[in-house]
C-alpha cells in the first residue's frame, strides 16, 4: 500500500480534480464544483504538470507524468485547504442534496387555503347581484 493510500492528511489537486484529506473527512470533487463549495478555484498548477501532492511533513511535489518536482514545505495554501476540509466536505453535501418534492405539512394547509380563499371569492361575485338585477339584465337582452 503506497504513503499516500496511507496519509491521513493529503492534498492532491489535477487539471480537473482535487482530493481533500484530513483525518477521516474527505472532499473529492471535480475543480468546477470544488469553485462552488470553496467560494474560489484551487491553486493552479504550473504549466508543465499534470498534479500536485502534499503530505505535511513527508513531501510537496508537482508531477509531469515523467518525473516529480520537490517543492518547498510546508505548503501554506495546502494547508489552508486542510484546515478547510469540514467546511468544503459540509458545501458539497448541501450542494448535493435533492430537495423532496413532497410539501410538508404547513405547505398543504396554505395551498388548500387558498384554494379555499378562491372559491368564496367566486362565490361572492357570483352572489353580489341580486336575483332583481339578474332578471332585470336578463330582460333587457331578451327586448327587441
Known sequence: MSKEANATQLVKIYADHVIVRNGRKEYNDTAENFALDNGSAF??????????????????????????????????????LLGAVDALVTAQTA?????DPTPSPPDITAQRLMALEGLLTRRALDTDVSQEERDYQDAKRTRP
Do not use: C, F, K, V
Not at 450542494?95 to 430537495?99: G, K, M, S, V
Open 43 to 80: 491553486p493552479a498548477l504550473p504549466a508543465d504538470a499534470i498534479g500536485r501532492s502534499y503530505i505535511p511533513g513527508m513531501w510537496h511535489r508537482t508531477t509531469n507524468g515523467n518525473s516529480a518536482i520537490q517543492l518547498p514545505m510546508p505548503w501554506d495554501e495546502g494547508e489552508a
Open 95 to 99: 450542494r448535493q442534496a435533492i430537495p
